[in-house]
């Protein structure tokens, strides 16, 4: 049973696209992160919400975390081929023990 | 470049070798962790260590081994692995019983088993 489960797995858009990323779970954490991972490479932190409803920016990234905190997304406005890669989210359920969980993935590949 | 290092980063290794990947973490850290990431799955952690003593062991087969002997370095030793344990390995750091639970990777060692 996957316990955070994101949308789309894959995504193939055109340079100067919008899209929307989201992990969503039963389950409620305590915080949640986004990663992104391009080939070969560890996961890199891009941030970590911590209350329901928070918003945070990254550039043209947008991070919403649930009210329940039980889910989350990610906008990207203007994609550029640059934001390709497989973006990772991940939550932890037991605040302060150290074990996240991780979402499958969503590949993404913007085009020029 | 996120203050955890992993070497080898590539590792071609047949069934009967014994080889050992290798993280450090510069980020003053007292938890670090081994992940395997294969194609088309979630991450799976397998190992979990915090103030160098093992907290969690992810049901992994025995071939593989941790080692933490102090909280900037760890070990994975691999024996007579199989052409399934081909993935990405990785490692990553955190600060226990920070606010949040923060993980920082490492570039990861790509593994294959012939």
């Known amino acids: 049973t996957q316990l955070l489960e994101q949308s789309p797995q894959f995504l193939s858009i055109q340079e100067g696209e919008n899209l929307t990323v989201y992990c969503n779970s039963s389950s409620v954490f305590s915080s949640l992160q986004w990663y992104r991972q391009e080939p070969g490479e560890g996961p890199v932190l891009l941030v970590t919400v911590v209350t329901g409803g928070e918003v945070k920016k990254l550039k043209r990234l947008t991070f919403q975390f649930g009210d329940a905190r039980k889910d989350s997304s990610l906008h990207i406005t203007a994609a550029q081929p640059g934001d390709t890669g497989l973006y990772l989210c991940?939550?932890?359920?037991?605040?302060?023990?150290?074990?996240?969980?991780f979402g499958a993935g969503t590949r993404l590949a913007v085009h020029p | 470049e996120t203050g955890v290092t992993q070497t080898p980063r590539h590792l071609v290794m047949g069934m009967t070798n014994k080889k050992s990947l290798k993280c450090e973490q510069h980020?003053?850290?007292?938890?670090m962790y081994w992940y395997k990431q294969s194609a088309k799955k979630p991450l799976e952690l397998m190992f979990v260590?915090?103030?160098?003593?093992?907290?969690e062991n992810n049901s992994v087969p025995s071939r593989f081994s941790p080692e933490c002997p102090n909280s900037s370095h760890l070990f994975l030793h691999l024996h007579t692995l199989q052409p399934e344990d081909s993935a990405l390995y990785l490692c990553?750091?955190?600060?226990?019983?920070?606010?949040?639970?923060?993980?920082?990777f490492g570039p990861g060692t790509r593994l294959t088993v012939l």
């Open positions: 980020l003053g850290h007292n938890a």
């Open positions: 991940a939550g932890d359920l037991a605040g302060g023990y150290n074990k996240l969980i």
């Open positions: 990553a750091s955190s600060q226990v019983l920070a606010s949040t639970d923060t993980q920082y």
């Open positions: 260590y915090n103030f160098k003593e093992q907290t």
